[in-house]
């Protein structure tokens, strides 16, 4: 009983932790500017020209950057503002808690309905992360290619199937896994 108990504070421990390092990652209050190509390559650190179609306002984990390939239109990227977590169970244990960051890209002139179908968009691509987990798409050595594959394949269909194709991609930005003690 007590060792459930502590492996339970740990966790919540745990990820208290990350939200918390998110948060300062992410950067502080008063650095709203968008983080365009130009900025992430100098570290995040924000400049003094906002890209074409970026809104200024509130940091709403927002991203927009302009294509260079000429037969390519403009896409735009979203970043979810928290991470996702998914708890890796066998039977009724839990074995351990994987962590993502993870990011749509759209064509820009798509951005505010995808926008709109966000929380959606939010369930979906977690409902698919809890069945990958499910079905041991993260046991043992999860970052094996074929295994990634499937997982952004099932969380591009997940997010295609929720904004009727407006999504192009899913960008697996960072991926951890938690184990239990």
């Known amino acids: 009983m007590i060792g459930k108990a502590v492996f339970i ?14 948060e300062y990652l992410r950067g502080s209050a008063g650095d709203t500017a968008p983080l365009t190509a130009e900025r992430a390559a100098k570290g995040g650190q924000a400049d ?11 940091d709403d ?13 403009a896409m735009s990227y979203y970043r979810f503002p928290t991470q996702f977590f998914v708890p890796v169970m066998h039977g009724d244990r839990l074995d351990g808690m994987m962590v993502l960051t993870l990011t749509v890209e759209m064509p820009e002139s ?31 050595n999860f ?10 394949e099932s969380l591009l269909a997940a997010a295609t199937g929720v904004t009727e194709g407006l999504v192009t991609d899913v960008l697996i930005e960072d991926i951890a896994r938690q184990n239990a003690s």
């Not at 959606?120 to 409902?127: I, N, T």
Request: charged share 25%.
């Open 143 to 152: 970052t094996l290619d074929a295994r990634l594959r499937r997982l952004r």
């Open 61 to 73: 984990g927002h991203v927009s950057i302009q294509n260079k390939d000429a037969d390519r239109s």
């Open 48 to 58: 003094s020209v906002t890209p074409a179609g970026a809104q200024g306002g509130a």
């Open 9 to 22: 504070l740990a966790l919540v421990l745990v990820v208290t932790g990350g939200l918390l390092a998110g």
């Open 110 to 140: 798509e951005e505010e309905e995808v926008y709109r179908h966000e929380y959606r968009l939010r369930d979906a691509l977690l409902r698919s992360l809890m069945i990958h987990a499910n079905t041991g798409g993260f046991d043992g």
